[in-house]
């Protein structure tokens, strides 16, 4: 039993970064909740916790003991409601973050059926498209788009994604349909980044030529930092947009957008969930998961 209150105090200290607060939620004094750490450190014979007058951070063998005692606690908690539910209900809070185009389209509208199916669930939904620091920040997992860099997280692929070169169809009666990628020089081009001066373009246009990849970075028309702004410019004919399937396949299967060259087309990357470990994995983070690969596996979903 003493084992399992310093595993829960220091799980109580190491997420909340205070042992006051951990004291409050362990329902202990602050010098109770500092002696059980200590002894847990004591009989480990390690330092897990780095504790200044500012702050209280873990150290590299107190991280991954951390994800331990987090498992653990969480099986107990699964195995109780178990046996006094009847089975294992998902259950707690879970932190997620998405890019924003991204999420706004194909995770938020997802998440209040998730709720009424899983109503012992919470869910924050961060969306940013910056690269946030799963760990340190606290996410239990992120939706990322492309070609993944090795970060030491675990990334199970949820769907394909599709680059494709688009424009309205009155912007092509207008100025004719691209037939090679020298044509793109004739043609009015939406790009995507901070205007760095002419001929700057943005990070690129992928395709595919004698199946090698070929990067084109177009004259920018019009240009903005924003690419939901160049899926408008694109609905509105003001241009060629290159897009992720995901944002304009509905509007291809409407008729609103066409593609163009896709004899050219790079080949697919992906759409992954990564997270700090696979092991483990919490049931309320592997219920999201499955909720979003199920619903992105369906080829039909895309052209919604």
């Given at each position: 039993?003493d084992?399992?209150?310093?595993?829960?105090?220091?799980?109580?200290?190491?997420?909340?970064?205070?042992?006051?607060?951990a004291?409050?939620?362990?329902?202990?004094?602050?010098?109770?909740?500092?002696?059980?750490?200590?002894?847990?450190?004591?009989?480990?014979?390690?330092?897990?916790?780095?504790?200044?007058?500012?702050?209280?951070?873990?150290?590299?063998?107190?991280?991954?003991?951390?994800?331990?005692?987090?498992?653990?606690?969480?099986d107990?908690?699964?195995?109780?409601?178990?046996?006094?539910?009847?089975?294992?209900?998902?259950?707690?809070?879970?932190?997620?973050?998405?890019p924003?185009?991204?999420?706004?389209?194909?995770?938020?509208?997802?998440?209040?059926?998730?709720?009424?199916?899983?109503?012992?669930?919470?869910?924050?939904?961060?969306?940013?498209?910056?690269?946030?620091?799963?760990?340190?920040?606290?996410?239990?997992?992120?939706?990322?788009?492309?070609?993944?860099?090795?970060?030491?997280?675990?990334?199970?692929?949820?769907?394909?994604?599709?680059?494709?070169?688009?424009?309205?169809?009155?912007?092509?009666?207008?100025?004719?349909?691209?037939?090679?990628?020298?044509?793109?020089?004739?043609?009015?081009c939406?790009?995507?980044?901070?205007a760095?001066?002419?001929?700057?373009?943005?990070?690129?246009?992928?395709?595919?030529?004698?199946?090698?990849?070929?990067?084109?970075?177009?004259?920018?028309?019009?240009?903005?930092?924003?690419?939901?702004?160049?899926?408008?410019?694109?609905?509105?004919?003001?241009?060629?947009?290159?897009?992720?399937?995901?944002?304009?396949?509905?509007?291809?299967?409407?008729?609103?957008?066409?593609?163009?060259?896709?004899?050219?087309?790079?080949?697919?990357t992906?759409?992954?969930?990564?997270?700090?470990?696979?092991?483990?994995l919490?049931?309320?983070?592997?219920?999201?998961?499955?909720?979003?690969?199920?619903?992105?596996?369906?080829?039909?979903?895309?052209?919604?």
């Open positions: 039993m084992h399992f209150k310093q595993i829960s105090t220091f799980v109580a200290v190491a997420t909340k970064g205070s042992l006051t607060a004291a409050a939620a362990e329902g202990i004094a602050p010098a109770m909740a500092g002696r059980r750490v200590d002894m847990l450190e004591e009989r480990l014979g390690v330092k897990l916790l780095i504790r200044t007058t500012r702050r209280i951070s873990l150290t590299h063998e107190g991280q991954a003991f951390l994800e331990d005692c987090q498992r653990i606690l969480s107990l908690a699964n195995a109780e409601a178990a046996v006094s539910e009847g089975g294992i209900k998902p259950s707690g809070h879970v932190k997620v973050s998405a924003a185009g991204f999420g706004r389209r194909h995770v938020a509208p997802l998440l209040p059926a998730f709720s009424g199916n899983y109503p012992e669930v919470t869910v924050s939904l961060d969306l940013s498209d910056r690269l946030v620091d799963l760990i340190n920040e606290g996410f239990d997992c992120a939706i990322r788009i492309g070609d993944l860099a090795d970060s030491g997280l675990v990334a199970l692929r949820l769907a394909d994604n599709r680059r494709v070169l688009v424009a309205a169809p009155s912007y092509l009666k207008r100025a004719g349909t691209p037939r090679s990628l020298d044509d793109l020089g004739k043609h009015r939406l790009t995507l980044g901070p760095l001066g002419p001929g700057s373009g943005q990070r690129g246009w992928q395709f595919t030529v004698g199946g090698e990849a070929t990067l084109v970075r177009p004259q920018p028309y019009l240009e903005c930092s924003d690419g939901a702004v160049l899926h408008e410019w694109a609905l509105a004919g003001c241009g060629l947009a290159w897009r992720s399937w995901w944002e304009v396949g509905a509007d291809v299967a409407a008729g609103r957008l066409t593609t163009v060259l896709d004899e050219f087309a790079a080949p697919t992906g759409i992954f969930a990564v997270f700090p470990q696979r092991r483990h919490p049931l309320r983070v592997r219920v999201l998961i499955d909720t979003l690969k199920q619903t992105y596996s369906n080829p039909s979903y895309w052209d919604r």
